[in-house]
């Protein structure tokens, strides 16, 4: 057997090797890991920061060796008259260039990967190794099979093969020399910041509003406290499955439909893409053939076409129309959701929490469905309508030109992902010296008087303009740079544009196809540049709502520490007797809060909890609301262990008037109801009554209609706690928890409070945290808790017989700067 040296067998069956293999391998490989899971990283590793530049410029000289292929096939075409390489020959070699270009950047970029997955290279070594393997057999092939060159044009193939050969020898002596390694540390280190350069640049620049601004920087704190996991892109995206039963309306037949409905537009749209330009063609033909009439059919089919065309075309607006229904209940499943789980979980998180990054990854609810939409609609339908022109072109004209479709999707792709990746961060930069400008105005004006007071006028004004100049630096690089990328953009596509002509005009001038031909082409590949033309911007709005989801996720994933159990009952209460046992407690194991506490709280008694700040009180009130679970020993009420009930049952059979109530920014009357939404006004009266702030509430300018303001801050202290006693009264719990006030009130607001307490616990279990002793010598029992144990108890007379007791020295204490703040008072 005799090889040709332009032998187009041979050559797709290499590049058809190259392709499937590679493909089949990736997807073998990526299934494979994810049943396994991920693994740490510095597993992985084997390849450091050397062998991978070796291997990149390795991948390079390869892809020349293509270069140089077509260069000698064009000159040769050129100088011998008649003479075309076959197509087959220049289209695999095309195709084997693209292949090892992707490959040589799929090594050395790894900056657009997402957190937590792997570099190219190290999931893909094996594919690498593959088609190593895979060229160096059929260059022997070829080698062993083709005769010595007869003229120059044969002799730089076969060099060209040679030198494939030759380098892949090397390659597997890179790999072998290398594999036997032992990873070291620094290239683990390597491996390791390359993960973590390529989560931070995926960072988006920051929005325009100030919760989102603060968030990146946040967020960025939290992700690398997290170990880099090498996950596989399906984990990566699987990991969001938690999210999608949101996106999809299970129960509702109706919104399914729409989403049938708006795939099928989606399909109609591409079609109708093809069909313009196609009827365009015809009308051409139909015109350029003299005395055929007028093609009045053929242009109104055109124009009809036309109108279905484009995403503001009666498709696409259908289409939208179709899809707000689908968006909106995404929206209200996703975010009632994701507020229900934060609700849910337990108090440490809340407490733990950096309020407004939750907040912020709450209000971008709507990213997994942006993305999905962005996906569906924007990305999907441009990366399908270069897939259809170039089988369409294929089909119709010439594999050339699905070849120039091809390869300018790939440049142009990867060269906007690159320039937009560098432009986000500018664009970053840019929001931020923005803010900067923003804060130092603001400052003078906030602080007119200070300006003034020491005639800083010129240094504000300074001040300013260094900020403006800043600004505007970081707006000039966003802005150039965005013309610099719309060049770019624009040459690419009109180079392939160029070619695809030229190749068409030749063609039709030599009769192999018409000018409807020509026509079809251009119009094809015009109509791609439009949503082409925005690719960067789609990208990016792309990656932003992506890592919006991500946060939202992690939110997702964030599970409750106290949980209910299955078999949870609800809480019965008879009596309200609330019973300690040996209980132990710490929120940090190193730090223990809470040792062997024991104590009973008697039905319709009031037991008071002193003690030092800090000794462990209100931890008791919130082991018992538990928003955390005790270590060790149990909590019941009514001999029924607290873990035992369901945690609703739990909450609403106890009334908590905190130390500092918090109220909703709505009117006294919403605030009272919320501990009993059902409630009537008459009831709220009562309770108001009971808690005596009846009185006070009238005499508001619009009585119970008044608005507290933000977080009640309308209201004084003694009012918002006498308010949250109506509330407790309302809500008519068997067992009240009290944090009282520990700021000193007046007397007369004292003893308001004082007697709405009292009414409060009448008849019930009250356990209270006293910081005043005096507003509890009435107390049925008092524990005095040091350090985390209970150290006495008693009533306050029994107390006070201890001579050298914590109880008597406190109270000793507490006398003495009463009466020294009275006398100071009365001085
Ligand atoms: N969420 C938490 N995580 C870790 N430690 C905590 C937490 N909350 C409280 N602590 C610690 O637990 C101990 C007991 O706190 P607790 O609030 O129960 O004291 P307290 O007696 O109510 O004090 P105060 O009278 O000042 O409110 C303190 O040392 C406190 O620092
Ligand atoms: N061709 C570019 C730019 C497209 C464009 O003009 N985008 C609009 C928004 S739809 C814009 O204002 N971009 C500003 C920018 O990218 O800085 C791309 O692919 O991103």
Redesign the pocket.
Known sequence: MVLRYDNPHFNIAEVACLYAGFLGLGTLKTFKQQRRGPEPLSRKSRFGKEPLKIVSWWILALALTYVIDIANLVVYALRTPNWWPHKASVVCLVLSLLFWGIVLISCTDTSELPRYTNSFFSAYRVNVLYAWLTEAIFETVFLAFTPIPGDTFQGILMADHLARLLLCIFAFAIYVTYRRKKPSRDMMDYEERRMFESGTQLDPELGQDQSSQALPQAAKKSDSKKPPKNTSWIAYFKSFAILFPYLWPVKNFRLQLHIFVCVILLVIGRIANILAPRQLGVVTEKLSQTGSGVPWFEVFLFVFYRFLQGNMGLVGSLRSFLWIPVSQYAYRALSTKALQHVLGLSYDFHLNKRGGEVLAALTKANSVNTFVEQLLFQIGPVLTDLAVAIIYFFVKFDVYFSLIVLVMTFCYCYV?VKI?SW?TEA?RKMVNSWRDSYGVQNDAIMNYETVKNFDADDFENHRFGDAVDAYLRQENT??SS?SV??II?GGIFTSSLCVACLLSAYKVSFGYNTVGDFVVLLTYMTQLQQPL?????LY?SLQNSIIDAERLLEIFEEQPTVLEREDATPLKVTDGRVAFSNVSFAYDPRKPVLSNVSFVAEPGKVIALVGESGGGKSTIMRILLRFFDVNNGSITIDDQDIRDVTLSSLRSSIGVVPQDSILFNDTVMYNIKYAKPGASDEEVYEAAKAAQIHDRILEFPDGYNSRVGERGLKLSGGEKQRMAVARAILKNPTIILLDEATSALDTNTERHIQASLNRLAAGRTAIVIAHRLSTITNADLILCIHNGKIVETGTHEDLLKHEDGVYKKMWLQQANKDSSSKKFSTE
């Open positions: 906007t937009t432009r664009r966003v802005l965005l990328l719309n953009q033309n925005f690719f960067g911007t990016r």
